[in-house]
C-alpha cells in the first residue's frame, strides 16, 4: 500500500491563495501520474487537477482552470497544488492520488492510491 499524505489546507479569505502538498512515500508514485480531487458536503468527488509522471502534460477541470497550478517534484515524490484568487465555492476536502498509468485523466479510476484529504475553507 503507497502512503499518500496531504498538506497545506485550512482557512482562507476570497481571493488569497493556498499551496497544497501531496507525498507519496517509497517512490511509488514517481513513475506515474498525480492528481488532485475536492469533495464538499453532499457532493461526489470533483476532478480538480493532473500531472502526468515527467511534468508535461498537465489537465485542469473548468472551475479551477485558470486559477489553479498543478505541478511535481519527482525527486521529493510530491505534488503542489498552487490555488489563487480562491472563492467560496473552492471548499471542500481536497485529495490527492497516484495515477495507475504514467498519464491519467479525469476519472477517479484512472487512479490507485488516494490520501485522506486536507481541508480547504474558503470565506466571503
Known amino acids: 500500500q503507497v502512503q499518500v499524505i496531504e498538506s497545506g489546507g485550512g482557512l482562507a479569505q476570497a481571493g488569497t491563495s493556498l499551496r497544497l502538498s501531496c507525498t507519496t512515500a517509497r517512490r511509488t508514485g514517481s513513475n506515474n501520474a498525480l492528481g488532485w480531487f475536492r469533495q464538499a458536503p453532499g457532493n461526489g468527488r470533483e476532478f480538480v487537477a493532473t500531472v502526468s509522471w515527467n511534468g508535461g502534460h498537465k489537465l485542469y477541470g473548468d472551475s479551477v482552470k485558470d486559477r489553479f497550478t498543478i505541478s511535481r517534484d519527482r525527486a521529493k515524490d510530491t505534488v503542489y497544488l498552487q490555488m489563487n484568487n480562491l472563492k467560496s465555492e473552492d471548499s471542500g476536502l481536497y485529495i490527492c492520488?497516484?495515477?495507475?498509468?504514467?498519464?491519467?485523466?479525469?476519472?477517479?479510476?484512472?487512479?490507485?492510491?488516494w490520501g485522506r484529504g486536507t481541508q480547504v475553507t474558503v470565506s466571503s
Open positions: 492520488a497516484v495515477g495507475r498509468s504514467a498519464v491519467a485523466g479525469s476519472r477517479p479510476d484512472g487512479y490507485q492510491y
